[in-house]
């Protein structure tokens, strides 16, 4: 079962729509008991940095969903500022991340190669997978997603990138640590870009 | 590479879709749902739905009708119409939204910008500025309350005002050129995209892609919006949704870009 995350951020309803017209069970989670049976998480996200990581401590479900992944290694992808908060630290906040990719989030205004350019980051925009990479099975070539972001991520090590997108410069848009998986972009508002990469993390 | 966006603009009055000339006579086009799924198969870049009735008739907004647009998009959806406050604007999110569009409230209390993005992200916030030619001049003024009020303020002024309080996107909406199809106002759109560095959307004018290709060669990567080119088919205004596909539009970027 497919457990998404609804912590107040993001939009749980897409996701659940989408999985349904696939044919995978998935659910929504609102309290740490709702997260029992959970074989893949999905933590979404929109907004602030600080917001997100107040909203999901007030949730009740942090201590159970950090059991779930990094005890028991459930997958579990995070979404646009739900990727971002699976980082150690943000440019945009001040409180800590989950740490589970644990590399930094930065401004793209204070790049020096991106900050002359319309903020935010908005659009369909090329990704380039990492060969390989799972989540992008057949996405290798010509593939789009919709992004809506002012900061961006940064993996100091360099096997946790699992795509780039170029925005002034190539920036990890998705990333991959053991059994997390964070994405910049929407899937679930990328047509069937987004939908064969759901289809990919559902098949891990 | 970042692509520019060619967006449907759809217009909601009495629960129904129209198309409006001049912003006045709205003709009914369809059912908003049903518009929505065609747009799904189309898969169009991203969706922009305006209720023109809400801020008029001071209306509470219709919440059920904008979840069940927000259930039925698999494309990004920016809602507009009626928002005055940054709680409407967060429960509009939190139905699933991924944009609010403010236009009315945001010209009269620009402070109320600065607070909906404190609320919801700046990237969330999108301002709408209903424009007019002034006469025997170059400049531009923002309307209200559905082109019925002349605020008599430059929108260059207030666009570089609403990027200054936190705006994370503008579309500038030409109230001269709505439902004319006679092609983007590219001065202007120049103009408004030397003024701001947020991204940008242009509404009013498309009558073929031609123009949409004529606005992305004149301002590089932007919003293109429309209404009647994508409700509308033929010289005689038959009701058809309609929307490039992913490959005419990447022919079309690759021309406007060579």
Redesign the interface.
């Known amino acids: 079962m497919i457990h998404v995350i609804d912590y107040g951020l993001g939009n749980v309803q897409a996701f659940l729509t989408l999985y349904k017209r696939l044919g995978f069970e998935a659910t929504r989670a609102k309290t740490a008991t709702d997260l029992t049976g959970a074989t893949k998480i999905i933590l979404p996200g929109v907004g602030a940095f600080d917001h997100a990581i107040e909203l999901l401590n007030q949730s009740g479900m942090r201590p159970t969903l950090e059991a779930l992944v990094v005890q028991d290694k459930v997958p579990v992808l995070g979404i646009c500022v739900g990727m971002q908060i699976l980082a150690s630290a943000s440019d945009e906040g001040h409180l800590p991340g989950l740490g589970w990719v644990p590399d930094k989030v930065y401004a793209f205004r204070a790049n020096e190669q991106s900050a002359s350019l319309p903020l935010p980051h908005m659009g369909w925009n090329d990704v380039q997978p990492k060969p390989g990479s799972l989540l992008f099975a057949g996405l290798e070539s010509d593939a789009r997603f919709y992004f809506l972001h002012s900061y961006y991520f940064e993996c100091d090590e360099p096997s946790h990138v699992a795509a780039v997108a170029a925005y002034g410069f190539d920036f990890s848009c998705a990333v991959t640590a053991g059994n997390v998986y964070g994405v910049q972009f929407h899937p679930e508002k990328s047509h069937h870009f987004g939908t064969k990469l759901l289809k990919n993390f559902a098949e891990l | ?5 060619i967006t449907p603009c759809l217009l909601v009055h009495k629960g129904g879709l129209v198309k409006t000339i001049g912003f006045k006579t709205p003709k009914y086009v369809g059912d908003p749902i049903n518009a929505v799924k065609i747009f ?1 198969e189309k ?1 169009a ?2 969706l922009i739905v305006l209720d023109i009735d809400a801020t008029v008739n001071n209306a509470e907004l219709d919440y059920r009708m904008i979840a069940n647009l ?2 039925e ?4 959806l920016c809602y507009g119409g009626g928002i005055k406050t940054p709680a409407q604007a967060k429960r509009i ?2 139905l ?1 939204v ?2 609010v569009a403010i236009s009315s409230a945001a010209v009269e209390h620009p402070e109320l910008i600065t607070q909906i993005a404190d609320e ?5 916030v999108v301002i709408v500025l209903d424009v007019k030619k002034r006469l025997f001049s170059k400049d531009y003024d923002v309307f209200t309350k559905n082109a019925c009020t002349n605020t008599k303020r430059s929108v260059f002024d207030l666009a570089a005002e609403a990027e200054k309080l936190g705006a ?2 503008l579309v500038i909406n030409s109230i001269d050129l709505d439902g004319a199809m006679t092609g983007y106002d590219l001065a202007l759109a120049e103009k408004i995209r030397q003024a ?5 959307s242009i509404l009013g004018g498309a009558g073929s892609l031609d123009d949409i290709e004529a606005l992305i060669r004149t301002c590089g ?1 932007i ?1 293109a919006a429309a209404g009647s080119l994508f409700v509308f088919k033929g010289v005689y205004k038959a009701v058809l949704i309609n929307y490039p596909s992913l490959a005419q539009r990447d022919e079309l970027i690759r021309r406007a870009f060579y």
């Open positions: 590479m970042l692509r520019p966006r799904n898969e870049d991203e927000a259930a998009c698999r494309m990004p999110i939190s699933g991924e944009k919801i992200g700046r990237q969330s994370g996107e701001v560095n947020i991204p940008i990567i919003g």
